[in-house]
């Protein structure tokens, strides 16, 4: 019996590609329930549908699969800021977009929290090894410092902010607030993921923000 041909070379990639998305999105929603340390391979291979020697095939080991989805994770937070078009808003609308965007992405992103949080009880070792995620963050920072020199520049917006460090109280004031709003509510009595205190939370973030960086 003739031997069926095999596949073109774009067909193998592309099958290849497919396979590696299916096994980062089962890793992702894995990591993200169960952390690095309780994460298992076995359950991301059934999540993924494949069997576990691919998913080794593909990323090694589990660490190495760990920093694949965070890099894949960055990747995708940057990929929708881009989108915004920042740099052809005027500089306080560009940095509100920017506190709206981050707040929304958080909502609508948990598994990127609790990620997160997952690679600093790791002391962040998988992205300290990745170039890539330092390549995907310094676009970002370059635009902001760029909408920040433009309202320098026109009065707007008083001088002498650090991008990183502006960028770190945007992404810090809904990352603290969300990943602690079970204990923060329980504290205070108060529902903090309620429609209503949602909406309070955005507008003081807004004007915390652009009080700060306003001339």
Do not use: C
Request: glycine share 6%.
């Amino acid at each position: 019996m003739p031997r069926a041909p095999a596949p073109p070379p774009e067909e193998k990639l592309r099958d290849a590609d497919r396979s590696q998305a299916v096994i980062l999105a089962a890793a992702r929603d894995e990591f993200a329930e169960s952390g690095l340390g309780g994460a298992r391979m076995d359950r991301i291979a059934e999540r993924a549908g494949l069997n576990k020697r691919l998913i080794y095939y593909y990323f090694e080991d589990k660490e190495k699969l760990f920093q694949a989805v965070l890099e894949q994770t960055y990747l995708h937070i940057r990929e929708e800021e881009r989108k915004l078009n920042l740099l052809a808003l005027a500089p306080a609308d560009a940095v509100r977009r920017l506190i709206e965007f981050t707040w929304q992405y958080y909502l609508d992103h948990p598994e990127f929290l609790t990620l997160l949080n997952s690679a600093n009880l790791h002391r962040a070792r998988h992205l300290e090894g990745s170039d890539r995620v330092r390549e995907m963050n310094s676009p970002l920072i370059a635009t902001l410092g760029e909408i920040l020199e433009r309202g320098r520049k026109d009065g707007s917006f008083r001088g002498g902010i650090d991008p990183v460090q502006l960028y770190v109280s945007i992404a810090g004031l809904s990352y603290f607030y969300l990943s602690n709003s079970h204990t923060l509510s329980a504290i205070f009595g108060r529902d903090l993921l309620a429609p209503k205190a949602r909406s309070e939370r955005l507008s003081h973030m807004v004007e915390l923000v652009l009080g700060y960086v306003l001339r």
